[in-house]
């Protein structure tokens, strides 16, 4: 079906690289996390369209992220994911 890596924290998809092509990965973030990422950095994060979008699931254009601003995403994105027992892990 899909033909791109995925990140996973206790079996949950978390983040996905090559999300549209290679320009873009895809992060699951709450709709607030997703808000204030996409309010920061319009040119990084866009909502995905439709109900995955609304509910916090967020395009990143890989070329226009830094890697400390990535870096904050992917750690929300695993800590959302995460069960109790692992959310406070170091990412």
Do not use: C
């Not at 204030?36 to 226009?64: C, I, M, Q």
């Amino acid at each position: 079906m899909y033909n791109h890596p995925d990140f996973r924290v206790a079996g949950k998809i978390f983040a996905t690289l090559a999300y549209l092509d290679k320009a873009w990965a895809m992060v699951k973030l709450t709709p607030e996390q997703q808000h204030y990422f996409s309010k920061d950095e319009p040119e990084v994060f866009l909502p995905v369209n439709g109900a995955w979008g609304r509910r916090g699931t967020t395009h990143v254009n890989l070329k226009a992220a830094r890697k400390n601003t990535l870096r904050k995403a992917i750690q929300a994105a695993r800590r959302n994911a995460a069960p109790k027992r692992l959310k406070n892990e170091k990412d």
